[in-house]
């Protein structure tokens, strides 16, 4: 099984910061990409950041320039710290991995639980 876990949601005030971080375990062969996807009450869940292995990361025009995402190989974790935050920016923010598990050629997608992020005006 594959576990991915996000941390480090929270309250904040519009302009501060925050720094979510996600691990992903268990039988895992390697991961290709992880990302992030906040979903806000009632919108569907949009890609705001992602990144390969080799470190190329893609972000969502809302976010560019404010968010950077990162990841750790070796210990198979993402992170993104969220500067200059807004008050749309409210979301369960989801960490997403996708893992080849040992002995298969393929790949799935793997899902943390969410972590809460609200932004206060």
């Known amino acids: 099984q594959v576990r991915v876990v996000e941390s480090g949601g929270g309250l904040v005030q519009a302009g501060g910061s925050l720094k979510l971080s996600c691990t992903a375990s268990g039988s895992i062969f390697s991961i290709n990409s992880m990302a992030w996807y906040p979903q806000a009450p009632g919108k569907q869940r949009d890609l705001v950041a992602a990144?390969?292995?080799?470190?190329?990361?893609t972000y969502s025009d809302s976010v560019r320039g404010r968010f950077t995402i990162s990841r750790d190989n070796a210990k198979n974790t993402v992170s993104l710290q969220m500067n200059s935050l807004k008050p749309e920016d409210t979301a369960v923010y989801y960490c997403?991995?996708?893992?080849?598990?040992?002995?298969?050629?393929?790949?799935?997608?793997?899902w943390g639980q969410g972590t809460q992020v609200t932004v206060s005006s």
């Open positions: 997403y991995a996708r893992v080849r598990r040992p002995g298969a050629d393929w790949y799935d997608d793997y």
């Open positions: 990144v390969t292995p080799s470190g190329s990361t």
